[in-house]
């Protein structure tokens, strides 16, 4: 494994800080990564200065050194591993794209053929599992029975939770990417009260993933071919994205050397948020609400108000400060799901299509540099397959999985590593004294 970067950095450059109080100064190293901003490391800052540096939501800070995936927020550029999305998208699929984000790079032939037969092998789920279903209610949010079945698999495979050791964090690893189509399949089939549906081992990936979804005893199901190649390329789409805030939750928890299985139920909750990855329910919420192309300026100027807390959902982004490249394939691949379903004259793609050009015409939003983001059109296309609103975020928790162990293996392999523990400014009362309740008013 390379050294580390910020390790091995011979860089002499640096920056120096002066306390206009006292005339002290401060001079810390600057670090270059192999493309995008550099860094100025303040590790030694609070020993050196006494200072911490203050950064709520991170905006401005770098929480690791990773080589995984790379984004350009002013290009809309979009990288895993260097290679970038849109080749990924036209020319990859899904499991080539895991073995990538995994290992570092693309695979050959046989690489390939042994990784989606590993994959395949690890797709069943232990028959106990099943009983952890009945204990949630028929209407429970499927994302709550994920965070509850994903953290519960940490009682199962004691045989894989020694994270020091590389062979059993990649079995960890290829287990959750394998088993999280079945899970989130079964969560679905819990929902609506239809049998669970095993994984077929003679199947792809993506095509095993809507088998489990819609198939059912009582008759064949045929697979769409392009639904599935549709399907497959949206995974990929949402594969990765650096340190985002689910992500950033797995590194996390994975820090103090928890069960990855609890971590990556960590990153399940934490993607559920709407200002996250629930973000694509949240969007064909907002489009059913607005309902009619007249409505939108009043939606608009809504998501412009300050004082009101509505947003237009599937708009904006921490880093993408331009078109998200992601949303750009979104939208092609919905045009072709719905010209094969016949539904092209679908009244929310209509809907969406007007939201987004009156929003990308509108001062406020090009001025606050707010694009579609990638949950702007996913939803359209999961709502025309037949997926259920309370599912779009289980598949983009699907898809992360990969990105989600790829982090927290490199993490673990971090030399550098240690429990993240950040520090905080108080502005909380100083000490005082007990007050006997005899003595308060
Ligand atoms: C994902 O991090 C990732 O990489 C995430 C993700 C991934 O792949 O992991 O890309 C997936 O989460 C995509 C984002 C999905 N979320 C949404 O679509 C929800 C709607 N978007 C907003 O909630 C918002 O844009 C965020 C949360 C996504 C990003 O917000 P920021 O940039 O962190 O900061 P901010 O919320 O303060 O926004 C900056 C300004 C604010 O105005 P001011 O306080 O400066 O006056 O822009 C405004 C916001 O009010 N703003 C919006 C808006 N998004 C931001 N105003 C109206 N509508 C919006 N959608």
């Known amino acids: 494994m390379n050294k580390k970067v910020v390790e091995s950095s011979s860089s002499n450059r640096s920056v120096t800080l002066v306390d206009n109080a006292t005339g002290r100064e401060f001079t810390f ?69 895991c073995y990538l984000l995994l290992y570092g790079d693309l695979p050959n032939a046989e690489q390939k053929r042994k990784f989606e037969h590993d994959i395949t092998y690890h797709t069943m789920l232990h028959e106990q599992i099943h009983k ?13 029975v994920m965070v509850g079945v994903v953290g519960a698999l940490s009682a199962f495979y004691h045989d894989s939770t020694d994270i020091t050791n590389p062979r059993h964090r990649m079995i960890a690893s290829y287990r959750m990417i394998a088993k999280m189509p079945t899970i989130a399949a079964w969560a679905y089939k819990y929902a609506i009260g239809q049998p669970f549906v095993y994984p077929r081992n003679e199947l792809k990936y993506s095509e095993n993933f809507l088998h489990m979804l819609f198939a059912n005893p009582c008759e064949p199901y045929t697979i769409n071919p392009v639904l599935a ?47 996250h990855g629930g973000a694509n329910e949240a969007v064909l919420r907002m489009l059913e609400e607005i309902g009619d192309k007249n409505r939108i300026p009043e939606y608009v100027k809504r998501a412009k108000n300050p004082d009101d807390p509505f947003r237009l959902m599937g708009f904006g982004h921490r880093v993408y400060k331009n078109y998200d490249p992601r949303a750009k394939i979104m939208r092609q691949t919905c045009y072709e799901v719905l010209d094969e379903l016949g539904a092209r004259d679908e009244p929310l793609l209509e809907l969406a299509m007007g ?63 240690k429990i993240g523990r950040p520090r905080q400014l108080y502005t909380g009362a100083t000490r005082r004294d007990y007050k006997l309740l005899a003595q308060r008013t």
Request: proline share 5%; aromatic share 12%; hydrophobic share 40%.
């Open 229 to 275: 190649r549709a399907l497959d390329r949206i995974l990929i789409l949402h594969a990765d994205h650096e340190q985002n805030a689910s992500t950033s939750t797995v590194r996390l928890a994975g820090s103090s050397g928890a069960n990855p299985f609890a971590c990556i139920a960590a990153g399940i909750a934490s993607l559920w948020g709407p200002a």
């Open 132 to 144: 952890f279903y009945d204990g949630f209610r028929r209407d429970s949010h499927p994302m709550a």
């Open 29 to 97: 190293p600057v670090i270059s990564g192999s493309v995008g901003p550099d860094v100025i490391d303040v590790r030694n800052l609070y020993q050196d200065t006494g200072f911490f540096t203050f950064d709520p939501g991170y905006t401005s800070t770098g929480s690791c050194e990773s080589g995984i995936t790379f984004i350009d927020g002013d290009e809309g550029t979009l990288l895993y591993r260097g290679y970038p999305i849109q080749e990924l998208a036209e020319h990859s699929d899904f499991m080539e794209v």
């Open 355 to 417: 939201l987004e050009q009156v929003a990308l015409d509108d001062e406020f939003f090009v001025k606050k540099k707010l694009y579609p983001n990638v949950d702007f059109y996913s939803g359209i296309i999961f709502k025309a397959m037949g997926i259920p609103l309370s599912m779009f975020t289980v598949l983009f928790a699907v898809a992360r999985t990969v990105g989600w162990v790829a982090q927290w293996n490199e993490m673990i392999e971090d030399p550098t590593q």
